[in-house]
C-alpha cells in the first residue's frame, strides 16, 4: 500500500525541467545551425551504461491520405540498411551485445530509441552517435526492404487487432470527433501500406526527416563534452532544409452535445460505461503556470481516488469498479475520464451513484482542511528531494527533454523546480480547486461510450445521462466542513504493550558482509546494511508451505486472503483510517500467499522505520478481516460470475487447461461454487495457521539502516512475535500432463490468425556452465527464428523466445518460441521451428558465433549487475540464495570461472540433452475457418 506522493513520480508524469543550471561537466544543450536540438547529461543511476534517443517532431498526422501508415513504415525501414550501416542497425548492436533497441510511432511524435550501451568503449559511444545520426536522415530505403515489411507490418497489424484494439478503433471518431487523429491511426490504412511506391516513401521521408523536427538525447556515465564534440561533428554537416514544409498542430472541433456510441464486439467481457469530457490544455508559458495545472490536477485525481476507494469500500452500492480522474489525452488536450463496471443490469443505478459521488467530492472534499495537510506532506517531500539529481532515472530526464522540445515547456534546474512547486503550493486553496472544476461545466465536447458484447442490451440513452448529471449537481448538500480524523500522523499503531524478545545467537558473515541472528523465539534473521537505496530498507519474511499444505476445498478460502487481507486495514484501524494515518510516511506493505510459500514485506524510508516495524507486527498478529468487504467480494464475484458471457479467451483458456493439466480437485474453476466456498472463519484460520509461527520465517533486513537501531527493532518487533517451533515443506502438485503433446484448437477468432506456442521442458541436472549454454541457446533461437520467421518470410511482427534455467525448488530447464502468423503461413511457420532445431542438433554453432553469444552475455550481465549491485533488491535476494545453498550468487563459481572457456561443443553437448529427453508441448490457436 502506498501511502503517500513519490516526489519523482510527480515529476516524471508531470512536468518539464531540466539542469540549465547545471555545470558544463553535467548538462549540455544547444541548437545547430541546421536547426537540430540535443540535450546530453551525465546521469548516474546506471553506471557504466548509457542510453541514446532520437526525437522525431513527426508521427501519423503529418501524412496525406494517400500517405496513411507511412510514418510508422519508415519506423520499420530505420531497422534495415542505412549509409553507415549497410546490414542494418541491428546486426550491428548485436554484434556489441547491445539488445535494448526500439522505436516507436505516434500520432504526433516518432522516438528512436538504444538503450544499456556500455560505456567503457568510446568507439561504441560514437558509433551509437552515427546510428542516430543515419536515423535521421541517411536511410538507404530499399525496395526490397519495403515489400519486406509490407509483410511484417500485416502480421503487425493482425497481432494486435485484439479487443481492445477493435474497441479503440470504434471509441476514436467519437473521442476525437472525426479529427485527423480518428482517420489516421498510427498503424495505417490496409490499402496503403500494402501499395505504396518507394517514391511516395521517400517523398514523406524527405519532407519530415529533417534537422529543424528533430532531437538528440544521449543520458548516463558518460562525459558529455565528448559527447557533445562527436553530436556536433556528426549532425553539422546535415544542411538546413531550405523552404521545409509546415509541421501543422491538428486540432479537435468542439462538439456542443454529446457524442454516444455503443461499442460492441463479443469477446467484451463486461458491460461498461465511460464518459469522458475533452478539455482543451491551456498554454503553460511559465514555470509557474506549468507547475500549477500539474498540481490542480494530481492533487485533483488523488483526492478523488481516495474518496472513491473510500465509498466503495462501504459496499453499499451499485458499483463494481470506478475511477474518475483527468489523463492526458493528446497533444493540447486532456481529458476528464469517468467509468464504471456495476453490478449485472445496473448501469443506470450505478452511474447515478457515481456521478452524485462525484458532485459530493467537488462540492466538500475540497476543502482548505483536507487540502492543508496533503500540501505540507508534499512540501516536505519536496524539501527532501532537493540536490538528489543523480537519483533521478534516465526515463524521467528523457520526458523532461522530450516535453522542452515537442511542446516548448520551460527548461530549468531541478532545483528551481522544486522551489517552483513550494511557492505555487503557497497559492492553492479550496477555492482555487473550485475555480478550476467550474471551467469543466461549459456542457461541450462530452463523449459518452457504452461498451459491451450485445447490440440489443439497454444502456443509459443520452438523454438519461444528461438528466443523471443534472440531478446530482442540483443535490441538495448540507454545506460543512468534513470532519477530520482525530487521530495526528504520531498515533502509535500499537498501543498495548508487547513482551519483545532478544538475540541469542549471532553469526558473521564474511562473504556478505552480512549477519545472522538467531532470537529466542527460534526467529533467524539475516542483516546487511548497504546504502545503495539511500535512507530506504526492506524487511522481509517468508516460509515455506503457501497454499500447497491447504486441503482442496480450503483453496477457495485462501484466495480470499490473498485478495483481501489489506483491503480491510490491520488491528482496530479499518483501511481510511490506517491511510490516514500513513498520508505522512513513505511506507509499502505486501502480503502474499503462493503456491509454495507464504510472505510479508514492508518497505520504508529510515524515518518511518519504528511505524513500519508496528506494520509488519500487526500484519502478523493482528490482521483485520472485516465481514462486510468479504461478503461483499463473494456476493460480487457470484453474481458477476452467474452473469458472465463466455468469450473466445475463456474458450482458449478451458482449451486449453484440458490439454495441458490432469484433472485435480485442487485446480478450482473461478465459477459462483468457487465463490460459493469461501468461507470467512475458514479464511481466518489460514491466516493464523500460515502466518503466526515466527520460528517457521526467515527474515532479511536489508537497507540503510544502522546495526544498533535494525537489532532493537528486530528485537522489539519480531521477538514479540509467538512460535510453535514447526518446519514445514512445501507439497509437491504436479499438475501437468506428462508426455509430448500436439494439438491444434480452433476457435472463433477474427483476421485468420493462426497462434504458435512450442515449449520444451526438461528437469536436468544441470552445472553452472549448462545455464550458459541454456542462455546462448535462448539466444541464438531468437535471433535465427526471428531472422527467418520475420526477415525472411514477413510472416509474424515478431518472435519471442523465452528460456533459462532454475535449480529451486526443483532442476528445470525451459525454451518457449512463441509467434503469431497468418492461417495460409502458419503450419510452414510452425514446421520451420522445429527443422531449426534439428538443424542445430546436427550442426551446432561454429566457435566465431558462440563467442559472439558469449560476450554478449557477459556485456548483458554486466550492465545487469552494474544496475543492481548494492541495491536492497539484490542483496535481499543474495540474502535468500546464501539461506538455500551456503553460497553467494555472484560468485565466480557460478560464472567468471568458465564463462571464457566454453566452446561450441559444449553448446552442442548440452543442447543434445536437453531437446534429446525435453517434453515438447506444441500447441496451436487458429481461427476457425
Excluded at 478539455?279 to 494530481?298: N, Y
Excluded at 538455500?884 to 561443443?905: H, L, N, V
Aim: with cysteine.
Amino acid at each position: 500500500m502506498k501511502c503517500v506522493i513519490v516526489l519523482f513520480l510527480f515529476l516524471s508524469c508531470s512536468w518539464a525541467f531540466a539542469l540549465a543550471q547545471d555545470s558544463s561537466s553535467v548538462f549540455r544543450h544547444g541548437k545547430l545551425g541546421n536547426g537540430l536540438t540535443y540535450y546530453i547529461r551525465h546521469t548516474g543511476t546506471q553506471p557504466g551504461c548509457a542510453d541514446f534517443y532520437l526525437i522525431q517532431n513527426v508521427g501519423s498526422l503529418m501524412e496525406e491520405e494517400e500517405q496513411n501508415g507511412l510514418a510508422h513504415v519508415l519506423e520499420h525501414m530505420a531497422f534495415h540498411a542505412t549509409e553507415s550501416f549497410p546490414d542494418g542497425v541491428p546486426a550491428f548492436l548485436k554484434r556489441n551485445g547491445i539488445a535494448l533497441f526500439n522505436a516507436k510511432t505516434g500520432y504526433d511524435e516518432t522516438v528512436y530509441n538504444i538503450k544499456n550501451v556500455p560505456t567503457a568503449s568510446s568507439g561504441l559511444l560514437d558509433s551509437c552517435v552515427l546510428v542516430l545520426r543515419d536515423w535521421s536522415g541517411f536511410l538507404t530505403l530499399k525496395p526490397e526492404d519495403m515489400d519486406q515489411e509490407r509483410k511484417v507490418i500485416r502480421e503487425e497489424r493482425r497481432t494486435r487487432m485484439t479487443v481492445s484494439k477493435r474497441v479503440q478503433k470504434m471509441s476514436d471518431p467519437y473521442m476525437y470527433n472525426g479529427s485527423k487523429y480518428a482517420t489516421h491511426d498510427i498503424i495505417g490504412s490496409v490499402d496503403v501500406v500494402q501499395n505504396f511506391t518507394p517514391e511516395k516513401l521517400k517523398e514523406y521521408y524527405k519532407d519530415f526527416y529533417r534537422p529543424d523536427l528533430q532531437a538528440v538525447v544521449i543520458l548516463g556515465d558518460i562525459d558529455v563534452i565528448e559527447m557533445e564534440a562527436e553530436v556536433k561533428r556528426l549532425f553539422n554537416p546535415i544542411p538546413k532544409r531550405k523552404n521545409p514544409k509546415t509541421r501543422v498542430v491538428y486540432g479537435i472541433e468542439d462538439n456542443d452535445e454529446p457524442l454516444y456510441a455503443k461499442l460492441i464486439d463479443k469477446e467484451i467481457p463486461n458491460n461498461s460505461v465511460m464518459l469522458v469530457k475533452r478539455i482543451r490544455k491551456e498554454t503553460e508559458s511559465t514555470l509557474e503556470a506549468m507547475s500549477r495545472e500539474r498540481l490542480l490536477r494530481d492533487f485533483y485525481n488523488r483526492i478523488m481516488r481516495g474518496a472513491l476507494a473510500e465509498y466503495l469500500q462501504v459496499g453499499d452500492s451499485y458499483i463494481l469498479n470506478a475511477g474518475v480522474g483527468v489523463f492526458n489525452m493528446q497533444r493540447n488536450y486532456d481529458g476528464l475520464n469517468i467509468a464504471l463496471t456495476s453490478l449485472p443490469g445496473k448501469e443506470k443505478e450505478a452511474l447515478q451513484q457515481l456521478l452524485d459521488q462525484m458532485e459530493y467530492v467537488h462540492r466538500l472534499g475540497f476543502t482548505d482542511e483536507v487540502l492543508k495537510p496533503a500540501f505540507e506532506s508534499y512540501r516536505r517531500e519536496v524539501k527532501a528531494s532537493m540536490n538528489q539529481e543523480n537519483n533521478i532515472p534516465n526515463d524521467v530526464f528523457l520526458q523532461i527533454y522530450k516535453d522542452h522540445f515537442l511542446l516548448g515547456k520551460p527548461l530549468c534546474s531541478v532545483d528551481e523546480k522544486l522551489a517552483a512547486l513550494s511557492g505555487v503550493l503557497d497559492t492553492l486553496s479550496a477555492k482555487t480547486f473550485q475555480a478550476w472544476i467550474s471551467k469543466w461545466d461549459d456542457g461541450k465536447n462530452w463523449v459518452f461510450l457504452m461498451q459491451g458484447s450485445d447490440s440489443t442490451y439497454t444502456f443509459p440513452s443520452v438523454a438519461e445521462i444528461k438528466g443523471m448529471i443534472a440531478q446530482s449537481r442540483s443535490l441538495e448538500m448540507e454545506e460543512k466542513q468534513v470532519e477530520l480524523q482525530v487521530m495526528d500522523g504520531n498515533t502509535e499503531l500499537v498501543d498495548f504493550e508487547i513482551q519483545g524478545g532478544r538475540v541469542v545467537k549471532e553469526r558473521k558473515l564474511k562473504d556478505l558482509d552480512a549477519e545472522e541472528w538467531v532470537l529466542n523465539n527460534g526467529a533467524k534473521v539475516y542483516y546487511k546494511y548497504t546504502d545503495g537505496d539511500r535512507g530506504t530498507f526492506n524487511l522481509l519474511a517468508g516460509s515455506v508451505g503457501g497454499r500447497s499444505l491447504l486441503a482442496a476445498e480450503d483453496l477457495p478460502s485462501a484466495d480470499a486472503l490473498s485478495a483481501l487481507v489489506l483491503e480491510s486495514g490491520l488491528y482496530k484501524y479499518d483501511m481510511q483510517t490506517l491511510k490516514y494515518l500513513m498520508k505522512d510516511r513513505t511506507v509499502n506493505m505486501n502480503v502474499s500467499l503462493d503456491e509454495r510459500a507464504e510472505s510479508i514485506s514492508v518497505s520504508a524510508v529510515l524515518k518511518d522505520a519504528d511505524f513500519a516495524f508496528q506494520l509488519f507486527y500487526l500484519a502478523m498478529e493482528h490482521p483485520r478481516f472485516d465481514r462486510i468487504v468479504f461478503d461483499r467480494f463473494v456476493t460480487v464475484g457470484q453474481m458477476t460470475q452467474s452473469n458472465a458471457r463466455r468469450t473466445m479467451n475463456d474458450t482458449i483458456r478451458e482449451v486449453l487447461g484440458a490439454i495441458r493439466r490432469v484433472e485435480s480437485p485442487r485446480l478450482w474453476k473461478k465459477d459462483s461454487v468457487y465463490y460459493a466456498a469461501m468461507e470467512y472463519d475458514r479464511m481466518i484460520r489460514i491466516y493464523q495457521d500460515r502466518f503466526r509461527d515466527a520460528s517457521d520465517f526467515v527474515f532479511y533486513l536489508v537497507g540503510d539502516i544502522k546495526r544498533e537501531e535494525a537489532q532493537e527493532l528486530v528485537a522489539k518487533y519480531i521477538g514479540a512475535l509467538p512460535s510453535i517451533y514447526r518446519k514445514e515443506k512445501a507439497v509437491d502438485y504436479n499438475y501437468n500432463r506428462l508426455g509430448n503433446i500436439t494439438e491444434d484448437v480452433e476457435v472463433d477468432m477474427p483476421d485468420e490468425k493462426y497462434m504458435v506456442s512450442i515449449e520444451f521442458q526438461n528437469t536436468l541436472k544441470t552445472r553452472p556452465i549448462d545455464e550458459v549454454c541454456m542462455h546462448v541457446l535462448k539466444l541464438y533461437f531468437q535471433y535465427s527464428l526471428q531472422d527467418k520467421i520475420r526477415g525472411e518470410q514477413g510472416a509474424a511482427y515478431g518472435v519471442q523466445v523465452l528460456g533459462g534455467t532454475t535449480t529451486s525448488p526443483h532442476c528445470l530447464q525451459e525454451l518457449f518460441i512463441r509467434f503469431a502468423t497468418s492461417l495460409d503461413k502458419g503450419p510452414q511457420m510452425r514446421a520451420l521451428v522445429h527443422e531449426q532445431v534439428r538443424e542445430f542438433l546436427e550442426k551446432g554453432l561454429s566457435e566465431e558465433a558462440v563467442e559472439d553469444f558469449v560476450l554478449a552475455i557477459k556485456k548483458e550481465k554486466k550492465a545487469a549487475d552494474d544496475a543492481v549491485y548494492n541495491t536492497i533488491a539484490f542483496w535481499t535476494e543474495n540474502l535468500q540464495f546464501y539461506n538455500k545453498t551456503g553460497k553467494r550468487m555472484d560468485s565466480p563459481y557460478y560464472f567468471e570461472s568458465f564463462i571464457d572457456r566454453i566452446k561450441a561443443k559444449d553448446v552442442l553437448s548440452f543442447a543434445r540433452k536437453f531437446f534429446g529427453s525435453a517434453q515438447c508441448v506444441d500447441l496451436v490457436i487458429k481461427s476457425r475457418k
